[in-house]
């Protein structure tokens, strides 16, 4: 079968498949050309027009009372297509138990649609073994990234950006026969929203498009909470079963909770000079707005930057992304006006969003929606990332460690790259002694002509396509480097890597935004 | 020597590898097992097959558990293994004249090309270029870092210290002073890593045998300074400088280029602080070293603390005493003060040992700055901006810096070339110098 695909290199250079499992791909083209649409007017996938089961005099009946009766009216066949959301992170017990109980009724060749997977969810490994899982388009972390790089996964996996993700599930491209979303506040009508009880997450901004476009859609719930559950994140409507269970969830693992500053002297060392560049710059203006990750160096340079706002009286109009303690400090100290939040990092940002109808909660058709009229990465003056490795023209990878090895989802990387104003990666110029520079990526998952800025401890390099930036931070004698100074500088330091090697076998392919893929991901030779 | 034939040095731990060797009549093994292994496993490899032979090693198992050290790491460690299980380095043979004993370390060509060139480089210090002139030199935060732990220096050139002080004495166990001697000996060969601090080696009292040891394996990679812990009398420094005078000698530095940092820690060191200070040429401070001398005189510095509250009986009270631990070392610190400016040197408080208490830290440097002290130690790099912060500028000097660049912009908006204020010339330096002042007084966090 592998032997009927067509290659063609991309716009990049990089090698991707034309046709693969019976799926035809668009090559990337161009970060802004849409390689997927021949036409403006685009396809927009309309649920299966069903009749409705509800009759009008009916109360609505979708409470299931155990797992086996949700199983028996769902029906899941082999093959299908199942989706979740990450919003409980490391404490999420929702997919391992759904795919345990498909597995015991003896299905088989699944396709898994999470928005993301964290390490507790290794405990799958061993349903990818037997087939149970064949297929995973979401993001592969640690223990099942290093599967898929070795080719462990029956069929080509796909990766795709929290905004890719939304406009496949929109367009059809990735069609979803049931959707799981594990809801720590519902009701029994289905209306559901994570901003309360023992499991609380904060928003269940991943699950919406789920919850809009799956054939089937079920709220998992720890806290059935009387009709009408206030404010509703996934609307009952598009509801179709309930079910209400033990525990969705360990509450202590639902939140990363990092709101300690990083002891790490290069991180803060990158945090201070990315705090101080912005300002030089002349991106803190006021009303300016940012999106910081909720990584070590991030969180640190949002503190700096604070600072900075507060010595110079200015504010912030909004930040965008996960949200944090430090977000909630700063939103409630009057230093930013709002935060959009996609997903809540930390108690303080549950407690926030809840309460505080300045901390709004997203879903990412309108934060990252790549064919939404505008989304609010559009809307982004700073985005501020971090990356595995970066290459001389500034393409970034957020995907595969420089041994090859499939090891992080994309995030929103791409999408909010793609729409703010200046994106800046910081990274440390080496991790133990891998250098993040190199001549070439092992996987481009952004292209560099999105990247603006690289802040390392040992001095920024600015894209040649920004010279105004570079003149803005030459005048506040930032250190600036060139890029391909700073790789050999730190290859004098840390000798240059041996590449990884690679066999001719696809495992993964990489979505661009648009659908086209912008890269493949290669199993790794033994 | 003794009868030993398991030799191991360094850690599993980030950027450090634990090596290990086993002195057999077997043909020679090497076996590697590294965290970033499909990366760097060859290069380790090589990095091994190099050491062992130019310590021409025939014989043995040579075991590298690898944590994405850097070669100059896991050259270190080898070295100490090697040299510990009784091997020569063929390149190099140094004879320590005051012991007799035959030292031999394992510096490779390359480094001691750069030696060379650093020896040069020294050596044209006579005509005013290269190494900056003492007196000029910024001493105000200095950073303590573990000599047997390489990850703290790695990048320490980027913290923003004005010194890096390798340590030997008190971080490091004495079952490790061997292998941390080598591996900061490595880490000074390897100058271009930093660029922008000096580099400073604490070697340990000169009342114990490591010290020699120190000084024999340190000078050939040539330090900036030489701290001298434990410092009691001016014979201490004298006997200091005449042995680092023997060393510039046979290794071909220029003989006094080397300074020295006392550091008094006890009573005795106090007392004789005036004569300490004024004891070599090559001093460039006096250091305060609190916790020893606090345990020296026996002192309770916190009972008054623990008494407070205790009468109050209530944990509320607001304790109006000096925060820091001045009750106790006042009188010490203002004699090292006295000392050190009549011997025209700079004296240099202690450190804060609370690494979290970031207020705490701030009145303690600021207390230093108003008793007159330069500048402060740091245990932590995330100590520095903070020391920098109540050290560098005052508000008149920022004040100051201000009126500078607004000058010098408003030249560049006129089309103009030179600006003074108050008579002094406005040059690019002296505009750099200023956004300096400015960027390190307002953005401390």
């Excluded at chain 2, 060509?109 to 750069?114: A, G, L, Y």
């Amino acid at each position: 079968m592998q032997n009927d695909i067509q290659w063609i290199n991309n716009a990049l250079g990089r090698k991707i498949p034309l046709n693969i499992d019976g799926r035809l791909n668009k090559p990337f083209q161009d970060v802004f050309s849409d390689a997927t649409q021949e036409q403006r007017g685009r396809k927009i996938k309309e649920r299966a027009v069903q009749p409705s089961a509800i009759s009008q005099r009916q109360k609505p009946d979708k409470l299931v009372a155990s797992w086996d009766e949700l199983f028996e009216r769902l029906d899941i066949q082999d093959g299908a297509t199942i989706s979740f959301h990450h919003h409980l992170r490391n404490g999420d017990k929702i997919v391992n138990e759904v795919v345990a109980r498909l597995a015991s009724r003896g299905i088989m060749g699944l396709t898994l649609a999470p928005s993301a997977l964290f390490s507790v969810h290794d405990a799958l490994l061993p349903y990818i073994k037997d087939g149970v899982i064949a297929k995973i388009e979401g993001s592969m972390n640690g223990a099942i990234g290093a599967a898929c790089s070795h080719g462990e996964i029956a069929q080509t996996c796909i990766l795709r950006s929290h905004g890719g993700r939304q406009r496949a599930i929109r367009e059809g491209d990735l069609p979803i026969d049931v959707a799981f979303i594990a809801a720590p506040c519902a009701d029994l009508f289905g209306n559901a929203n994570g901003l309360y009880g023992s499991s609380a997450c904060g928003p269940l901004s991943y699950a919406k498009p789920d919850s809009e476009y799956a054939k089937k859609v079920v709220i998992i719930t720890d806290n059935l909470v009387p009709y009408p559950c206030s404010s509703w994140s996934i609307r009952g409507g598009n509801v179709d079963y309930v079910l209400n269970v033990e525990s969705i969830g360990d509450s202590s693992r639902i939140v990363s909770g990092t709101t300690q500053l990083t002891k790490s002297p290069t991180q803060l060392v990158i945090a201070r000079l990315a705090a101080r560049f912005i300002e030089a710059a002349g991106l803190m203006k006021d009303g300016f707005s940012f999106q910081a990750g909720a990584g070590g160096i991030s969180l640190a340079a949002t503190v700096f930057l604070a600072e900075r706002m507060r010595n110079a009286g200015i504010k912030a109009s909004f930040a965008h992304g996960g949200a944090t303690k430090i977000l909630v400090d700063l939103l409630e100290e009057g230093l930013l006006d709002s935060i959009i939040d996609l997903q809540s990092f930390d108690l303080d940002a549950v407690r926030s969003c809840a309460k505080n109808e300045k901390h709004i909660e997203s879903d990412p058709f309108s934060s990252y929606g790549p064919h939404a009229n505008g989304c609010v990465a559009n809307m982004l003056d700073i985005a501020l990332l971090g990356a595995t490795e970066i290459d001389l023209n500034f393409n970034v990878n957020v995907v595969t460690h420089s041994d090859g090895i499939l090891l992080h989802g994309i995030g929103g990387h791409s999408d909010a790259s793609s729409g703010a104003g200046c994106t800046i990666i910081t990274a440390p110029s080496f991790r133990k002694r891998i250098p993040i520079i190199k001549e070439e990526v092992t996987t481009i998952t952004c292209p560099g002509e999105l990247i603006d800025v690289l802040i390392t401890e040992r001095g920024i390099a600015i894209n040649s396509r920004r010279d105004d930036l570079l003149w803005s931070a030459k005048k506040a004698d930032l250190p600036c480097v060139d890029i391909s100074q700073l790789m050999h500088d730190v290859y004098q330091i840390t000798g240059v890597p041996e590449k990884p090697h690679f066999t001719d076998h696809p495992v993964a392919l990489v979505e661009w935004r648009d659908g086209s893929l912008i890269d493949t991901i290669w199993q790794i030779e033994e | 020597m003794s009868i030993r034939d398991q030799f191991e040095a360094g850690f599993v731990s980030k950027s450090d590898c634990l090596v290990k060797y086993q002195a057999t009549a077997e043909p020679l093994s090497i076996e590697v097992h590294s965290s970033v292994q499909s990366l760097f496993g060859n290069a380790i490899r090589t990095c091994a097959m190099q050491m062992l032979e130019e310590f021409k090693v025939t014989t043995g198992a040579l075991l590298v558990d690898d944590d994405g050290a850097l070669d100059l790491v896991i050259r270190a460690r080898i070295e100490a293994v090697l040299r510990s299980a009784g091997y020569l380095s063929q390149k190099r043979l140094f004879v320590d004249a005051s012991s007799g004993i035959s030292w031999q370390t394992g510096v490779s060509t390359i480094e001691s090309e750069k030696n060379a060139s650093r020896a040069e480089n020294s050596a044209s210090l006579d005509g005013g270029i290269e190494r900056p002139v003492c007196s000029l030199v910024k001493q105000q935060a200095r950073l303590y870092m573990p000599g047997d732990q390489p990850h703290f220096a790695i990048n320490a050139d980027f913290y923003g210290a004005d010194i890096l002080i390798f340590d030997l004495e008190d971080s490091v166990p004495l079952a490790r002073k061997f292998e941390a001697r080598i591996l900061v000996r490595r880490f000074l060969e390897n100058s271009f890593l930093f660029r922008k601090s000096e580099r400073a080696v604490r070697i340990n009292p000169l009342s114990t045998e490591e010290s020699v040891h120190d000084i024999a394996e340190i000078v050939p990679a040539m330090p900036d300074i030489i701290l001298l812990p434990k410092c009691e009398s001016a014979m201490d420094v004298e006997r200091l400088d005449t042995l680092l005078t023997a060393n510039e000698e046979e290794y071909g530095l220029v003989p006094g280029s080397i300074r020295i940092m006392p550091i008094i820690e006890s009573a005795k060191g106090v007392l004789a602080a005036y004569e300490i200070a004024r004891a070599s040429q090559r001093n460039s401070a006096l250091c305060f070293g609190y916790e020893d001398f606090s345990r020296d005189i026996q002192s309770k510095p916190d009972i008054v603390k623990v008494a407070h509250v205790q009468d109050d009986g209530s944990q509320k009270v607001n304790i109006q005493l000096n925060p820091v631990s001045s009750i106790d070392s006042l009188l010490a610190r203002q004699i090292i003060i006295l000392a050190s400016r009549a011997a025209d040197i700079e004296p240099l408080d202690s450190s804060y040992s609370d690494i979290e208490n970031t207020k705490g830290l701030l009145n303690s440097c600021y207390e230093a700055r108003a008793l007159g002290f330069t500048g402060k130690s740091v245990i932590h790099p995330s100590q520095i901006p903070y020391v920098k912060k109540a050290f560098l500028p005052s508000d008149e000097e920022v004040q100051y810096a201000k009126a500078v660049i607004a000058a010098y912009e408003e030249s560049l908006k006129a089309g103009k070339g030179a600006v003074a204020i108050d008579g002094q010339m406005i040059d690019i330096p002296v505009v750099e110098k200023a956004r300096r002042i400015i960027e390190e007084s307002m953005h401390a966090e």
